[in-house]
C-alpha cells in the first residue's frame, strides 16, 4: 500500500526554480496496478521516486506498508528502501558485472548475508526464466533480457512494490510485451504493487486498473482501466488516448521554396519524445 499526501517537489538551478511535482496525492492498494502517464516533463520520473525518497519531498507525506518514510533516519530508510524495487528505461546494469552478479549487487547493497545470496539470485532469474543466462555480461543481452535482469535485481531483496519508469520505453513492441507479460506475473503471482510510469497508453491499458494522468507536476485526473469506455476530460489525457499520427497534406502547387508546413497537431508521443529526448 502507498499513500502521497500533498507531496512537492521543487528543484532550484541556475536556470530558475521548476516545481517537478504539485501537491500530489495518490493512493495504491496493495497488490495493485497503479499507472502515471503524461508527456515527458510532465513531473513522472520525480514523483515515481518520491515513494523510496530517492527523491526527498519539500512537503508532504509518504506512506509505504504504514509506515512514514519522510521521518525515518538515513539508516532505517535505506533498509526500508531495499523492500522497494525499481526498474529503469535503460536498465541501468553493469557491464562489467554477469547476470546474476548484477543482481546479486541489489543484495549486496542491501546488506543480505553472504550465505543465502546465491539461491535468492537463481530465484529471481528464474521468475524472469533467464537461469541459463546466469554468467552472460549485458553486452551478449538483448534489450528484452537487460530488462529481465534489472526485473529480477529489483525482486532480489524479496520487495513489496516495484517502481517502474517507463519499462519499455527503450525495447520494440514485441518486447514491450514480453516485459510487461513478466510485469504482469510479478504482480499477480508474488503479489507485489507496481506503480508504471509510462508515456505508452498502451502499456498502462494492459496492465494497470488505475491511470493517474500528469501534467505540470500535477495529477490532473485518473482514468480507471475496468474494460468500460474511457472518458477523458482533460485535454492532455484526450490527447495521450489518441496515439493516430495525422500529417498535413503536401501542397505540391507550393512555390515559396522556404515555406514549412506545420504537421497538424496531435502528432505522435513518441516521435515527440523522440525529438525532445534526442534532440
Ligand atoms: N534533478 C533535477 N534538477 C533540476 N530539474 C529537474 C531535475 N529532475 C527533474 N527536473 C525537472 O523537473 C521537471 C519534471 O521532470 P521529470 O520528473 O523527469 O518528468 P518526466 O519523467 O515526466 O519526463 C522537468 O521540468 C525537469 O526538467
Ligand atoms: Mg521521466
Redesign the pocket.
Known amino acids: 500500500m502507498i499513500t502521497l499526501r500533498g507531496v512537492t517537489?521543487t528543484?532550484?538551478?541556475a536556470g530558475g526554480t521548476?516545481?517537478?511535482?504539485d501537491d500530489v496525492d495518490l493512493h495504491v492498494e496493495r497488490g495493485a496496478v497503479q499507472g502515471i502517464i503524461?508527456?515527458?516533463?510532465?513531473?513522472?520520473?520525480?514523483?515515481?521516486?518520491t515513494v523510496n525518497l530517492l527523491?526527498r519531498p519539500d512537503s508532504g507525506s509518504v506512506v509505504v506498508d504504514g509506515e512514514e518514510l519522510t521521518t525515518l533516519p538515513e539508516r532505517e530508510l535505506r533498509a526500508r528502501r531495499a523492500k522497494i524495487g525499481m526498474i529503469f528505461q535503460h536498465f541501468n546494469l553493469l557491464e562489467n558485472l554477469t547476470a546474476a552478479q548484477n543482481v546479486e549487487l541489489a543484495l549486496r547493497v542491501a546488506g543480505a548475508p553472504k550465505a543465502g545470496r546465491a539461491a535468492k539470485v537463481a530465484r529471481s532469474l528464474a521468475v524472469v526464466d533467464l537461469s541459463d543466462k546466469a554468467d552472460a555480461y549485458p553486452s551478449k543481452l538483448s534489450g528484452g533480457q537487460k530488462q529481465r535482469v534489472a526485473i529480477a535485481r529489483a525482486l532480489a531483496n524479496e520487495p513489496s512494490v516495484l517502481l517502474c519508469?517507463?519499462p519499455t520505453s527503450a525495447v520494440d513492441p514485441q518486447t514491450t510485451i514480453t516485459v510487461l507479460q513478466y510485469l504482469k506475473e510479478v504482480n499477480e503471482r508474488l503479489g507485489i504493487t507496481i506503480v508504471l510510469?509510462t508515456?505508452q497508453m498502451n502499456v498502462v491499458k494492459a496492465l494497470a486498473g488505475d491511470v493517474a494522468v500528469?501534467e505540470s507536476?500535477r495529477v490532473v485526473e485518473h482514468l480507471r482501466l475496468d474494460g468500460s469506455p474511457l472518458a477523458p476530460r482533460s485535454e492532455i489525457a484526450r490527447f495521450l488516448l489518441d496515439d493516430e499520427i495525422r500529417l498535413a497534406p503536401v501542397d505540391h502547387g507550393r512555390t515559396e521554396p522556404d515555406a514549412v508546413v506545420p504537421p497538424r497537431a496531435p502528432v505522435s508521443l513518441d516521435r515527440l519524445e523522440a525529438v525532445v529526448e534526442r534532440g
Open positions: 517537489k528543484f532550484t538551478t521548476t516545481t517537478a511535482v503524461g508527456f515527458s516533463g510532465a513531473g513522472k520520473s520525480t514523483l515515481v521516486r527523491e519508469d517507463e510510469v508515456h500528469m507536476g
